[in-house]
T-cell receptor
């Protein structure tokens, strides 16, 4: 069946550092891929998405590219801020919706 | 404003006392779902519904019930809660068709079963 694997956290970085959170998937069909962000005390909210191979999703300085050849959708940001501290979930949607286990990110000032 | 509303946000109760967590969405979405979030386990789907009167088990349905009598509402029912159901619960909705449609989440309900 379909699955999503993302790097385990927590990830701790200093402000202005470069961020990568790895996400790989297995799918039999042609899923759409998503990154969601969960700030403390809140529900998940969509950060970005990509619907087909080689698409790049971007939002709030975050980017992720749908790589079919490596079945990956890694999240990147060039310069993180303290306000980016949150839990990040990678997800796919095909006939079902599958979430990764989440990666907690701490940004130190 | 498009939103998914869950109530209550917090609840502390005792083993065996029936409780209901309500979920309502105002986006006319067909698909609704309940998840629980536990440390180290991420989000696990409890039940989902693809339309009125259509519900299906997710990955961890034991001990839970749901109903979908109206399109906008999808309550989660714990008939006889137990301490292992202490968790953070999220309701979500989305259009049914189109796998490019993201889920819209409520703000969560933190349940503590003593």
């Amino acid at each position: 069946g379909n699955s999503v694997t993302q790097m385990e956290g927590p990830v701790t970085l200093s402000e202005e550092a470069f961020l990568t959170i790895n996400c790989t998937y297995t799918a039999t069909g042609y899923p759409s891929l998503f990154w969601y962000v969960q700030y403390p005390g809140e529900g998940l909210q969509l950060l970005l998405k990509a619907t087909k191979a080689d698409d790049k999703g971007s939002n709030k300085g975050f980017e992720a590219t749908y790589r079919k050849e490596t079945t990956s959708f890694h999240l990147e940001k060039g310069s993180v801020q303290v306000s980016d501290s949150a839990v990040y979930f990678c997800a796919l949607r095909d006939d079902k919706i599958i979430f990764g286990k989440g990666t907690r990110l701490h940004i130190l000032p | 404003e498009a939103q998914v509303t869950q109530n209550p946000r917090y609840l502390i109760t005792v083993t065996g006392k029936k409780l209901t967590v309500t979920c309502s969405q105002n986006m006319n979405h067909e698909y609704m779902s309940w998840y629980r979030q536990d440390p180290g386990l991420g989000l696990r789907q409890i039940y989902y519904s693809m339309n009125v009167e259509v519900t299906d088990k997710g990955d961890v349905p034991e001990g839970y019930k749901v109903s979908r009598k109206e399109k906008r509402n999808f309550p989660l029912i714990l008939e006889s809660p137990s301490p292992n159901q202490t968790s953070l619960y999220f309701c979500a909705s989305s259009p049914l068709l189109g796998n490019d449609q993201p889920q819209h989440f409520g703000d969560g309900t933190r349940l503590s079963i003593l």
